[in-house]
């Protein structure tokens, strides 16, 4: 569970998160979505402990995140928007120092990477350096770390970016399985369709604010026939 209580970031006179209150359960896919410059990435920001709240208090499955970082952060894997670090790392010894971060025996950690690997395609690029990699398999080699230590709470930054159709189907089949089995993914993505498609709730921010969250059903109210497209630019709209 994800809980965000009236949190704020201010950047000079910029209000980029604006006292955010809301709450993602156990067993659900959230999407968050919301224009260029809403505050969609600082909110992941805050969420992961990269940068600080001004006010408010941030919690992962009930550890305070600033008063317990590491406890926090050992319940979470993140998948940032670029992967852009360990460039001199081959894909292997990237697993291997992920797996030694959060714990994970070496038997366990060999099963796995080897596993997802294999699921995709990159075993043939496991023992070359990340900085040769492309955007697509940086993006996979990232979603391999953030799994490997089996995390309560899956946070991606738009993962489909750069992502082969079949991996991008392995990606939303690996997040409803994760999701299903009772533990929790929050994503960011502009592909509207996708976030229609897959997930159980959607929260829409603007301008530091979120305007609306629930499920598809419930941001149609009456309008039951509008896509999430619709729903967003009316939303959007109106909370401008």
């Not at 970082?69 to 993140?78: I, M, Q, S, V």
């Not at 604010?209 to 619709?230: F, H, M, P, V, Y």
Request: hydrophobic content about 40%; aromatic content about 8%; overall charge negative.
């Amino acid at each position: 569970m994800i809980t965000f209580e009236n949190v704020t970031k201010v950047y000079g006179e910029k209000r980029a998160v604006d006292n955010l209150t809301m709450q993602v359960e156990d067993g659900k896919v959230f999407g968050f979505i919301g224009p260029n410059g809403a505050g969609k990435t600082t909110t992941i920001k805050l969420m992961t402990g990269i940068i600080q709240p001004d006010e408010g208090r941030v919690e992962m499955n009930g550890i305070d995140m600033k008063k317990s970082p590491l406890e926090a952060k050992r319940t979470f894997g993140f998948v940032p928007d670029a992967f852009d670090m360990y460039g001199r790392l081959t894909g292997m010894e990237y697993l291997r120092f992920m797996g030694d971060m959060y714990g994970v025996g070496k038997e366990e950690r060999n099963r796995l990477s080897e596993m997802y690997l294999e699921q995709f395609a990159l075993k043939d690029a496991a023992n070359q350096q990340i900085r040769s990699y492309s955007r697509g398999m940086k993006q996979k080699i990232a979603v391999i770390g953030a799994l490997l230590h089996d995390p309560s709470i899956w946070i991606l930054d738009e993962p489909m970016t750069g992502l082969d159709p079949q991996s991008m189907h392995l990606l939303k089949e690996q997040m409803r399985a994760h999701a299903d089995s009772g533990r929790t993914v929050f994503f960011s993505t502009h592909v509207l369709d996708v976030a229609e498609r897959l997930c159980d709730e959607i929260g829409i921010i603007s301008q530091g604010k979120l305007i609306a969250k629930g499920s598809l059903d419930d941001l149609r109210g009456s309008q039951k026939n509008d896509t999430l497209e619709e729903l967003f630019l009316e939303l959007v709209e109106k909370g401008e």
